[in-house]
């Protein structure tokens, strides 16, 4: 999920940071240029960790600007396929909810919420599952697996998550069917 990667890229950095020392120069380009930018294909470089190297410093004709090669390493959110993942419900809409994690909403459709029918209540931004007492609103804590990923600069990004699947869900509801399970081992024994 969280990441260290290693980049070397080919940077330009503003003459506004032409009057600081170069390593001063590079991180504060580095960190306008990349951190909370989607990486294509890969994730949200979240931070510059260190600058490794820079190499370079030259100029080319009417251009303001000073060109290096600079090897940086930067923490990467890095969503992977089947995954799971804790995040919050940060929105409930007709066709689904949008969970955060880390800094990347994802999607998890109305259909892949949990088995069984719910009902929504839209002022109030909440869903339950008919005859149980299990509902879902806006802050709950969830786990989901990621069942589809795009991240591509050019497209839409997305994220789809199921919480069907066993073990996955609202956290309270996880903890609910635990104690029940248990409960019923015990009365089983008896």
């Not at 890229?9 to 991180?27: A, F, G, I, P, S």
């Not at 303001?64 to 930067?74: G, I």
């Not at 990621?146 to 050019?154: E, Y």
């Not at 998550?161 to 009365?187: A, P, Y």
Request: hydrophobic residues 40%; charged residues 30%; neutral net charge.
């Amino acid at each position: 999920m969280f990441e260290i990667i290693k980049f070397n890229e080919h940077v330009t950095v503003n003459q506004k940071y032409l009057t600081l020392d170069k390593e001063k120069r590079m991180m504060r380009t580095l960190q306008e240029t990349y951190e909370n930018k989607i990486m294509t294909d890969l994730g949200v470089l979240l931070t510059i960790d260190k600058v490794n190297s820079i190499e370079g410093g030259y100029i080319e004709i009417d251009d303001p600007t000073v060109h290096y090669d600079v090897d940086f390493n930067a923490l990467v959110f890095v969503p992977k396929i089947y995954e799971v993942v804790e995040g919050v419900v940060a929105d409930i809409v007709d066709f689904g909810v949008f969970i955060r994690f880390g800094p990347i909403d994802a999607l998890c459709h109305i259909s892949q919420v949990i088995d069984g029918y719910l009902d929504m209540d839209k002022s109030a931004k909440t869903i339950s599952v008919k005859n149980t007492n299990k509902s879902l609103k806006i802050g709950d804590v969830v786990r989901c697996r990621i069942i589809a990923l795009s991240i591509n600069k050019k497209e839409v990004n997305k994220i789809i998550v199921t919480m069907r699947q066993k073990g996955l869900g609202n956290i309270d509801w996880i903890e609910q069917d635990k104690k029940d399970k248990v409960k019923k081992e015990k009365t089983v024994k008896k």
